[in-house]
Structures are given as C-alpha cells and as structure tokens.
C-alpha cells in the first residue's frame, strides 16, 4: 500500500482533502467525497454531539461542570470552540444545512466565559480572538469588528500575545500562530486592507526572523516541543503548523524557512509517513489516531502537503 492510499484508506475527512490536495482528483470526485464529511465518521459523529443549547460540552472553551484540579496538565477540549476548529479541520461543508443550523444556534446561543460575550464577536485575548477570526470566516459569521481588535493589538516585536492585557509587551510564537491563521483566512476570504496586510507580513517577519523556532537573541532552539508534531494542534505552536501556515499563504518560499523544512523531512519514517508526537493532554470527545509514537495520517497529510508546496515553488 502506498502512502497515498494509506491516506485514502481512513476517514472520509482526510480521503477528500488526499483527493484534493495530494492526488490532483476531479473537482466533482472531490466535492462528492466532501459531501460525506457531515453524514458519516468523525464529523457527523462530533455533530451529533451538540447540546440542545447549541454548545459542545455545555461550554465555549471550557465545559459547564469543568473546574481545574491542582497539579492538572492540560485543559479539556470537549467545548465548542475546539469542536468547531475540529469541523474546520475536517473540511466539513459550511453550506451543508445540519452545519448551518449547528453554527446559527452557537450564535445565538454561546458566549465566552470571560464575560458573556458573544460566541463570533470574540472576548479579549487575541489567541482566542485569531480562532474566533478563523471559525467566523470558515462559518459565514461576521468577524469584522474582530479582525480590526487585533490589527490593532499588534506589539511593537510583530506578533501578539494572550498577556498583553497583562502588561507582557513581548509577543508569544502561541498566540502569533493563531492571529496570523485568522487574519490569512479573512484576507483570502474577503480581501485584505492595507493595515492587515501590513499586519500579516510584520508577524510573518516575526516567526521568519526566528527561523520558525530559535531565540532571536542567542540562535537557541525556544522550545524543544515546538519540533514535535501534534494533532490537533490546539493552542500550540509547533514547526509544522508555522510551514501549513506559510504553505496555505501561498507565497514562495522565504529562504529563512530551509531549517524547518529539513526537521520536516527528517521526520519521514521510512515507510514514507509521519508519526503523532505530542499529543496535547486533556479531555477529548474521542481519539482519531493511535496515539503518540504511531503513524499519523493527519501529520502525514500536512506534512505531504507543505512539502509539495515548497518543492513546486523550488523547480
């Protein structure tokens, strides 16, 4: 079997972006496959999980019956905010109606624990922010008044940071990641003015300068689990999020980026895939792969998919 048809031999979420993305299939071949994403496997499984009340979990980022515990290592992510950036991921159908009346009623339904806020008018950190960005755009909600927030809340550095409401004027690779996700979706969507293009590109220059994951100051690798891979990425950074960001861009490639593209392919097992790494610790809804130290088609896919890009762009 070959890497391609280990990727189609799975859910109907990775088959239809394989076919897309890897296999260069007929539109109407792609699109019929799409269609099965909110009918069967894991997204029309995490649709029927939906609350009467429109949420996931009774919550927008955490669950209703969620307290932490001391010494907890990680957050659950059962709630709908990472439910919805699931569906995302899935490449379900935004037009599809039982995903248009799932999205109405978290509208009309769900606000942010910070402060009753909302669900798609956002709350005040700027990682919550870039995803409320990306899900608003992807779900056909108005986001506009987001988008300007955080064009606005740029840091001196380039990027953003969760704890700025805090007096922190340094910015975090976290929180960049996640505004630079929502501020290309939005541009791609709608087009982009000048102050968010000139937004994007400073924060851009910002991981770039870096080389994806060193210190500015001393060339040290930041964080060692930023050369793990994990899926879903949830509010983490790591390398090959940062190379499906510049990937989805579209741009050419900036030279700065040869170093992570050589971890990436460093990372390819023998048999031609990519492992899970580093599963982020918390409560989930279920589990799409095997775990840690296993073959991940997700990983396997965006990585393929990063690597065809820079290669194109190469030749």
């Not at 391609?4 to 972006?17: A, G, K, V």
């Not at 792969?289 to 965006?302: A, C, F, K, M, V």
Request: with cysteine; aromatic share 10%; proline share 5%.
């Amino acid at each position: 079997m070959t890497v391609q048809d280990w990727l189609l031999d799975s859910d109907s979420s990775i088959r239809w972006q394989t076919l897309r993305d890897l296999a260069d299939a007929p539109a109407d071949v792609v699109a019929a496959e799409r269609a099965r994403v909110a009918t069967e496997g894991w997204g029309a499984r995490l649709l029927a999980l939906q609350g009467k009340d429109g949420q996931w979990d009774g919550g927008a980022l955490f669950p209703s019956s969620y307290v932490r515990a001391v010494g907890e290592q990680g957050q659950p992510w059962s709630a709908t905010a990472y439910s919805l950036l699931s569906l995302r991921d899935f490449g379900i159908d935004p037009q599809h109606e039982q995903v248009r009346r799932a999205v109405a009623l978290v509208r009309e339904n769900c606000r942010w624990e910070h402060d009753g806020q909302p669900f798609f008018e956002g709350e005040v950190e700027p990682c919550i922010n870039g995803m409320v960005v990306v899900l608003g755009v992807y779900f056909g909600q108005n986001v506009d008044a987001v988008v300007a927030r955080l064009i606005g809340e740029q840091l001196e550095d380039g990027g953003w940071n969760c704890e700025a409401e805090n007096g922190s004027v340094r910015s975090s690779f976290h929180t960049t990641i996640r505004v630079l996700e929502g501020l290309l979706a939005y541009q791609q969507a709608f087009g982009g003015s000048p102050a968010l293009i000139a937004a994007r590109r400073r924060a851009e220059e910002y991981l770039l300068e870096r080389s994806l994951f060193r210190r500015k100051s001393t060339g040290e690798v930041t964080d060692p689990a930023w050369l793990q891979f994990s899926f879903p990425t949830r509010w983490h950074y790591d390398v090959l999020r940062a190379l499906e960001y510049f990937q989805l861009a579209g741009d050419p490639p900036d030279p700065r980026i040869a170093e992570a593209i050589h971890l990436l392919r460093s990372k390819q097992q023998p048999d031609g895939k990519w492992l899970l790494e580093n599963t982020h610790p918390g409560k989930v809804l279920f589990t799409m792969e095997e775990g840690d130290g296993h073959p991940s088609r997700w990983n396997t896919l965006r990585a393929l998919r990063v690597l065809k890009w820079y290669e194109q762009s190469a030749d």
